[in-house]
């Protein structure tokens, strides 16, 4: 198992680029679980990890990349940006899975977990992110 070697990324923020492939979402949840902790935001751990979980599978999934760029910010206390970041400029599209369907949720799990979510496109790929906030936070 590698270690989580994360990357400053700003004020302050961390980020790793790993594999695009579904094994990767452990790699992902170590990160925020780390940067989480490292903010003293132990409450957004579980929501946090499920998120990037979802969105690092939902790019292992469907953008046919070699790499996606996972990353962890704190625009301002109490607030947490997650991103995954890939070259397909395919966009994520939410299914409405049938109830005995064992895969389309992940996108509607970030929906209902995150403050707010979206996709930012680049002229090499896109960047999924999601907020969330901390009870209290600004």
């Given at each position: 198992?590698?270690?989580?070697?994360?990357?400053?990324?700003?004020?302050?923020?961390y980020s790793e680029t790993m594999p695009c492939e579904p094994e990767s979402a452990s790699r992902a949840r170590r990160l925020v679980r780390a940067a989480l902790n490292t903010w003293?935001?132990?409450?957004?751990?579980?929501?946090?990890?499920?998120?990037?979980s979802e969105l690092v599978g939902n790019a292992a999934r469907h953008s046919g990349c070699r790499l996606v760029r996972v990353s962890v910010r704190l625009p301002d206390r109490g607030r947490v940006c997650l991103a995954v970041t890939d070259q397909c400029p395919k966009p994520p599209t939410a299914r409405q899975?049938?109830?005995?369907?064992?895969?389309?949720?992940g996108l509607m799990?970030?929906?209902?977990?995150?403050?707010?979510?979206?996709?930012?496109?680049?002229?090499?790929?896109?960047?999924?992110?999601?907020?969330?906030?901390?009870?209290?936070?600004?």
């Open positions: 198992m590698t270690a989580t070697r994360p990357h400053a990324v700003g004020a302050p923020g003293d935001l132990s409450p957004l751990v579980e929501d946090g990890t499920l998120i990037v899975p049938c109830c005995d369907d064992e895969s389309g949720r799990l970030v929906e209902a977990m995150a403050d707010r979510w979206g996709t930012e496109y680049r002229t090499w790929g896109k960047i999924v992110w999601a907020e969330l906030r901390a009870k209290g936070g600004s």
